[in-house]
């Protein structure tokens, strides 16, 4: 019994935790392997130099310095081959952890959506827009009798066109006494005033006058 309590209870926390324990643990070693890599490369090279040193003066001691140097060449081909190992197996269950999670995700999306559309399906969708659409067709009646009902009762489309007949020959008659003359609209207005020509011609005039005095001086600057 407790053990069905404990893997109910704690189970699922400590398999979640598994990855990252393994990615931890797997990192620490690795971090040790690059050392030990650097730490090996550094020996080689230092045996290298003692066989370059002693290799004309004492044959003996560069050949032990070469047999070395062989050795720790061959732990580090180890270390560099477990490093590469590590490396991919990190890889692989970081991978192998993101697709878990990325189906864990995608699993729970699943079941909201199922929750959100239990009470839900196409019948009483169309049921539901169907009594919205004929709800909304009685608001439009309802508005339409209202406004049929407070609309233009008892008005006489002609009396409307006698009145606004009157109001424009008000206003034609006010313009002709403010004004003096005959509005554009009439055919009469439309003709010119001899008084209109006398002032179209004395600006003429005076504007003519302008260009020859403006001529004059011109004239007189490029003389000098």
Do not use: C
């Not at 893997?7 to 990192?27: D, M, N, S, V, Y």
């Not at 991978?95 to 009470?119: C, F, P, R, S, V």
């Not at 969708?125 to 009902?149: F, K, N």
């Amino acid at each position: 019994m407790s053990g069905w309590g404990l893997g109910w209870f704690g189970g699922g926390t400590q398999k979640k935790e598994a990855p990252k324990k393994a990615i931890l643990q797997l990192r620490g070693q690795l971090e040790m392997l690059n050392k030990r890599e650097k730490h090996l490369q550094n020996q080689m090279d230092e045996q290298d130099g003692i066989a370059r040193k002693y290799v004309s003066s004492n044959k003996n001691a560069a050949k032990a310095a070469l047999r070395r140097k062989k050795a720790f060449e061959h732990s580090l081909e180890q270390t560099s081959a477990q490093i590469m190992t590590l490396e991919r197996e990190i890889y692989s269950i970081e991978t192998a952890n993101i697709n878990k999670e990325t189906l864990e995700a995608m699993k729970n999306a699943g079941q909201a959506m199922k929750q959100i559309h239990a009470g839900l399906d196409p019948g009483k969708v169309d049921d539901v827009m169907e009594g919205l659409r004929e709800q909304h067709a009685i608001g439009e009646e309802i508005s339409e009798a209202i406004t049929q009902g407070v609309g233009n009762q008892g008005i006489d489309e002609d009396e409307l066109d006698e009145e606004l007949a009157e109001l424009q020959q008000e206003q034609l008659d006010e313009q002709m006494l403010n004004t003096g003359n005959v509005p554009v609209g009439d055919k009469v207005g439309r003709l010119p005033t001899p008084a209109q020509h006398e002032v179209k011609g004395k600006a003429q005039v005076e504007e003519e006058d302008d260009e020859e005095a403006e001529l004059r001086k011109l004239q007189a600057e490029m003389a000098m």
